[in-house]
């Protein structure tokens, strides 16, 4: 882009060399602006390769936002509308990060409707638990969100593990952790084994409610499962955000 800019200035420098002072000015700091822009994104392009995993509390479930080191952003939401979903998709000079794959609830249907004919769209859409994808022959064919979707960028991958009441329960794999986000959906709606499986391979499990936090310690008591030392049930109501992080060896927050 730089090298374009220069090329463009350089084979019209005779009309430019008669433009007044402030016009000069003007160029010159868009641009730094723009050569400002290019660099801070090759600086945070190269800084961070953690996974960063952001967790709201809401009012059907935990609402996830996911980077991860491949440049990539996951989202997970709820009571969404139009306008934010437009927001969302539209590229962020200031975020190396794109949006690849979403997984969004409308506030109304007719919002859903019209977020399926957006431009700008992830990889990877549902809208109200719907995808649809264009056929060769012009048809849209229509996928339904279920348990067992999953979502694999490299060393990361999202599952979708249950639902229940229009709740999702959802398994984050980095490496060689895992964080299970069960979205308020009581242990006893799993299928056992499986629950297991997940419980004992999980570092932390994120709830938003205490009678929540309280089935599943009473649940991993009971079940008598073994877990990681630094395994624990977090508490999310009384914050706005929980942001976590990771290096795929360990979480922190």
Same mark, same amino acid.
């Given at each position: 882009m730089i090298i374009l800019a220069i090329s463009v200035i350089w084979l019209k420098r005779w009309p430019l060399i008669r433009?007044? =002072?402030?016009?000069?000015?003007?160029?010159?700091?868009?641009?730094l602006a723009l050569i400002t822009i290019s660099l801070w994104r090759?600086? @945070?392009?190269?800084?961070?390769?953690?996974?960063?995993?952001?967790? #709201?509390?809401?009012? $059907?479930?935990? /609402?996830?936002? !996911?980077?991860?080191?491949? %440049?990539? &952003?996951? *989202?997970?939401?709820?009571? %969404?509308t139009l306008r934010r979903a437009e927001?969302?998709?539209?590229?962020?000079? @200031?975020?190396?990060h794109k949006v690849s794959a979403a997984i969004l609830n409308f506030k109304k249907?007719? %919002?859903?409707?019209? +977020? #399926?004919?957006?431009?700008?769209?992830? @990889?990877?859409?549902?809208?109200? $638990? /719907? #995808?649809?994808? +264009?056929?060769? $022959?012009? @048809? *849209?064919?229509?996928? *339904?969100l279920t348990p067992g979707l999953q979502i694999n960028q490299g060393d990361f991958s999202l599952t979708l593990v249950q639902k229940y009441l229009g709740s999702k329960?959802?398994? !984050?794999?980095? =490496?060689?952790l895992s964080l299970f986000i069960p979205n308020d959906i009581p242990p006893e709606r799993f299928p056992p084994q499986i629950l297991r499986e997940i419980v004992a391979g999980a570092? %932390? !499990?994120?709830?938003? $409610?205490?009678?929540?936090? &309280?089935?599943?310690?009473e649940y991993l008591k009971s079940e008598k499962i073994p877990t990681f030392p630094e395994f624990q049930v977090v508490f999310l109501a009384d914050q706005k955000e929980l942001l976590l992080y990771s290096d795929g060896s360990r979480f922190w927050f």
């Open positions: 433009f007044e =002072k402030k016009t000069w000015v003007n160029a010159g700091l868009i641009s090759l600086v @945070l392009n190269q800084a961070d390769q953690r996974l960063r995993i952001s967790c #709201r509390p809401a009012a $059907d479930g935990i /609402q996830l936002e !996911i980077r991860t080191p491949a %440049m990539n &952003r996951i *989202l997970i939401g709820s009571e %969404m927001e969302l998709f539209e590229p962020n000079p @200031l975020m190396n249907p007719w %919002m859903s409707e019209a +977020a #399926r004919k957006l431009t700008r769209q992830p @990889l990877v859409f549902f809208a109200d $638990d /719907q #995808r649809f994808s +264009a056929e060769p $022959d012009g @048809l *849209l064919t229509k996928t *339904l329960a959802w398994l !984050i794999h980095y =490496k060689q570092s %932390m !499990i994120p709830v938003q $409610d205490l009678e929540t936090q &309280r089935r599943w310690q």
